[in-house]
């Protein structure tokens, strides 16, 4: 039960008269531990080095840094379970900030507690204009490759999202591999949180998500300083949070409080336990009772609401000119004078705060030992389970999902390259620690043909549920689904690989978290179907035409176009291979197997399909679209136009090949090379002298009818292709230069 404090800290309710009457009820529960002389001076000296940082360079977001210094210091000094000395410790407390302008705070805190990478020169380096000669460490965000950080955040809200996938990855391990006596995995997953962080779709569809999932190892800590670039948040926000989160029924049960809600209310609310904190500026006593709370309650996740002024102390404080600013040295000086530190001196850490922090350095390693020596003993007890734990650590996936994909044996059938997919990873459910599911289109996705255990909570009436399962139903909830899988992934490398699927238009929804992945070298593999204008009926709606160049064009991304079964299968292997996103585009329509398809070539992004004898043209082309070229190419070649076929599922596999590959896959010698691709043809010139593709959206009729419309059938091709020919009548087709045709 939450303890009330004198309004130190307050179990929520929708009224101040609630409020007190719950302060009543609990009067004499919890004697609150006095601030100690050590916690203030710990708040000032990080406030103060954050003035500094900000005005060494006359920039930097240290509003909110300022408001958020005793938060810091009563979850970073006096809480988390981390090793300075062993960042990346299996089983340590994540950190996630998801308002990552926080950032500098995030590396005040890392070099008080004793990251030997994070140095005082490191946060000198903050902001630098040119970062230190791309030396240093301190950027404006949190980005992952550094240690103590355990998410690139920025883009507001995902870093909610990313949390909720941590907390999934840790729940499951923990009802996979604890038993009685042997907690291996007891770690807790925090993450920090604005105002304008709660405003994010992103993060609301992560909210709702855990707070049904009920993932009591989640504490969310919100920065409430009403403030966000523009001004007060009153302009765009008049929400009450509180209520929003509550898990209401199980404070009515508790309390006997019924004034203010209603069945409605109840309905509404997103199942988390609230505890508020009035004065998040100094209280490091009430948060540290908040978070310990928080740590030991069971069933919900949880979130502190905790009320900060924004740039505290300064002239600007409560202002949006306190988000991003260097504050200016006579701020600073009477911010010091009033913290009782030296305003002649600048990025200081006085010695008695240093030695109140260096616990950290002795308090770490123990842990790490300790978890070692349980270990062990488990590995005594449960050798098996003990053996599969330490390659989940070690991020290792072992050698029989190659093996099982090497001797795959593919339908001879013609099947939709979606449903040749699903086969591959069905296979694959019990040998690699897949972790994942679909937006609410589980079925058209192939995702579960295969029954497989859904990830949650028991819920009555629900088979087949529990939190040693591994399939996701995420709902309509694709931004965050794809977040969600993020933080899944950074949680330990490779202890998972997830998971996601749906349409591959409602992608687009989640494009900013794919993007992440890329930049944060996440290994998630994203399944889009029914990817191109083929997808029928639906509608344009429901077609993507320019997806293909997002993905090919966003760095460190994956994408591979799979155009039958056995390439399907090259697709998952390149998939668990890369270390980073990849992002499969599956057609809906039933392709045939492929005469000289190759599983193996996939790896190469393209090769050579069939080649004829002094072939005179090549015709390059991807996933579902492929069979209608080979059919095109049948229909030249017995016209004596003697015609190549190129399969080419991966630009950016292809373009990392050696020059001399390439252009044995790809002349260019004047001969002519044409792309065919239902989609955008966008990028394409590159690759051919001329493409045939889909510039303009698609239109509504039956998934049969639309290539005939478009003329993207196999005569069609053939037809549009001898007009190119004439046109170019013998010309040097690379030096006549590239043309849609």
């Known amino acids: 039960m939450p303890f009330i404090t004198d309004d130190s800290i307050v179990e929520t309710d929708l009224s101040l008269t609630a409020r007190k009457q719950a302060s009543e009820v609990k009067k004499g529960l919890w004697q609150e531990p006095q601030a100690s002389q050590a916690d203030t001076r710990s708040v000032n000296t990080i406030r103060s080095l954050v003035l500094d940082c900000c005005q060494q360079w006359n920039i930097g977001h240290g509003g909110s840094a ?23 410790w299996f089983d340590r407390d994540r950190f996630v900030m998801s308002n990552g302008h926080v950032g500098l705070l995030q590396y005040i805190m890392l070099h008080l507690s004793g990251y030997e990478i994070w140095t005082m020169e490191q946060l000198k380096g903050y902001c630098h204009p040119t970062a230190l000669n791309f030396t240093n460490i301190a950027k404006t965000h949190p980005e992952i ?55 994010e779709g992103v993060a609301l569809e992560a909210i709702s998500l855990a707070g049904h999932l009920k993932l009591d190892n989640l504490v969310l800590i919100y920065d409430s300083n009403g403030i966000q ?81 924004i740039g505290f102390g300064t002239t600007v404080a409560g202002t949006c000119k306190a988000h991003q600013m260097a504050f200016g040295q006579a701020d600073i000086n009477k911010c010091k004078d009033l913290w009782e530190f030296d305003s002649r001196t600048t990025h200081h850490v006085p010695e008695d705060v240093r030695q109140d922090w260096s616990h950290l350095r002795r308090k770490g390693p123990r842990l790490v030992s300790e978890w070692k020596q349980t270990l062990r003993q488990y590995g005594e007890k449960y050798p098996e389970l003990a053996l599969e734990l330490r390659a989940r650590i070690r991020g290792d996936l072992g050698r ?66 529990s939190f040693t399962g ?86 460190g991304i994956n994408y591979i176009r799979p155009g039958d079964a056995e390439e399907a299968v090259g697709a998952w292997m390149s998939a668990l291979d ?23 070539k996939v790896a190469q992004g393209a090769y050579v399909l069939s080649d004829p004898v002094d ?92 290539m005939g419309h478009f003329k993207l059938n196999a005569e069609d091709i053939v037809d549009r292709i001898r007009a190119y020919l004439d046109e170019l009548d013998g010309e040097n087709a690379v030096m006549a230069g590239w043309r849609n045709i």
């Open 615 to 706: 072939a005179q043209l090549t015709l390059v082309s991807t996933g579902g679209d492929l069979y209608r070229v080979v059919d095109a190419a049948r229909i030249l070649n017995d016209a004596e136009i003697s015609t190549r076929v190129v399969s080419m599922p991966s630009m950016r596999s292809f373009e990392q090949q050696s020059d001399q590959y390439i252009r044995s896959v790809i002349p260019w010698d004047g001969r002519p090379v044409v792309s065919v691709e239902a989609m955008s043809t966008h990028g394409w010139a590159r690759w051919s002298t001329a493409s045939i593709g889909q510039n303009r959206f698609g239109t509504t009729v039956h998934a049969d009818a639309i």
């Open 145 to 199: 490759e550094f240690d103590g950080l355990d998410m690139s955040t920025g883009p507001l809200g995902q870093g909610v999202a990313n949390a909720v996938g941590m907390a999934m990855a840790n729940k499951n391990l923990r009802a996979t591999f604890n038993k009685p006596g042997f907690e291996v995995v007891s770690s807790m997953v925090y993450c920090s949180l604005g105002d304008a962080c709660l405003q």
């Open 578 to 600: 890369f270390k980073g996103p990849t992002v499969i585009g599956l057609n809906r329509g039933a392709v045939p197997l492929l005469e000289g398809s190759s599983r193996h």
């Open 470 to 555: 591994r399939y996701v139903h995420y709902g309509t909830r694709e931004h965050a689904m794809m977040a969600i899988a993020n933080g899944m992934a950074a949680y330990a490398p490779r202890a998972f690989v997830p998971i996601t699927a749906t349409f591959s238009i409602f992608q687009l929804y989640g494009a900013a978290a794919i993007r992440m992945s890329a930049l944060s070298k996440l290994q998630v593999i994203h399944v889009g179907t029914h990817d191109s204008i083929a997808e029928g009926a639906c509608g344009p709606t429901h077609q993507p035409v320019e997806l293909v160049n997002l993905y090919r064009s966003t760095p």
């Open 229 to 309: 670039s523009d001004g007060p948040i009153d302009l765009t926000f008049h929400e009450d949070v509180n209520a929003k989160m509550w898990y209401v029924n199980h404070v009515l049960s508790l309390c006997g409080l019924r004034r203010g809600f209603t069945n409605d209310t109840m309905n509404r609310a997103c199942g988390f336990y609230v505890m508020e904190i009035p004065d998040g500026n100094s209280n490091v006593a009430a948060i540290r009772t908040a978070l310990e709370h928080a740590r030991n309650h069971a069933g919900q996740p949880k979130f502190l609401n905790i009320t900060t002024v």
């Open 66 to 88: 300022l408001g958020m210094a005793a938060v810091a210091t009563a979850l970073w000094r006096h809480h988390l379970r981390l090793d300075p000395c062993t960042p990346d």
């Open 400 to 465: 029989k999902w190659r093996q099982d994909l090497n001797t795959f044996e593919v339908s001879e059938k013609a099947l939709p390259v979606r449903q040749s997919s699903a086969q591959v990873y069905d296979g694959l459910w019990d040998t690699v620690p897949f972790f994942g599911g679909s937006a609410d289109l589980s079925e058209p996705n192939f995702m579960i043909k295969v029954p497989k255990q859904a990830f949650g909570s028991h819920q009555p009436g629900v088979n087949n549920v």
